[in-house]
């Protein structure tokens, strides 16, 4: 059974104590000028329900962490950029509510870049010191990488990949007549500047934009779905 959070009374939630639980997490981030701003919260949303339909065991959706960290695209009109210490500390707590009402298994679908090295390190202090085991699942790099890699030329952000994602999930929300290309590869080493960041995003956006189709989107999304479910399997397993 699927339970969500915040439809559940008190007592409704008293009495199904709930062990496992799914958290997405994302961004409010310009996605070039063709995409919505909150693309990186409708993916993962949209993947924590399909997901939990396919569990085939009881499990419970916490409402989602719309605003994240988007440094880079900040100056953007449309972004909403927390800061990286504002954020940890925010959803730590977060995290530690959830393991206080009984939860023990947290799956954390962030569908942000810009999350990802945060989350990580509340993820290490909340599971050290309490007993909440957690995964974290960056839906687009962690799984169906092969796939990922067959049906997109130049995935990106705003770009092939994300933009099918969107056309097949809210096809209502993209405006295909603003997509735009930008190829360029992120550099191999850790180079932190300015310089670089406007040269991978001068509009936003980082891939082929044009490329994406909705059946695209959906084989994508199919295949990520179904390895989510497997990855938390086999964490469930080991934990
Ligand atoms: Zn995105």
Redesign the pocket.
Known sequence: MIYRWEELTGKEFELLKPEIAILPVGTI?R?GDHLPLG??NIVPSWIAEKVAEGLGTDVIILPKISYGVTATLAKFPGSINIPSEVFMHYVKHVLLEVFRNGVKYLVILN??GGNTRELQVIAKEVSSSTNLSILIIDWWRDVAQQKRHEIFQYPG??GED?TSAIMAIRPELVKMEYAKDHMMPYPALKIYSKKIENELFPEAVNGKATLATPEKGKEYMVAVVNEIIKAIKEFLSKV
């Open positions: 981030e996605h693309t990186d569908g942000h952000h705003a994300e």
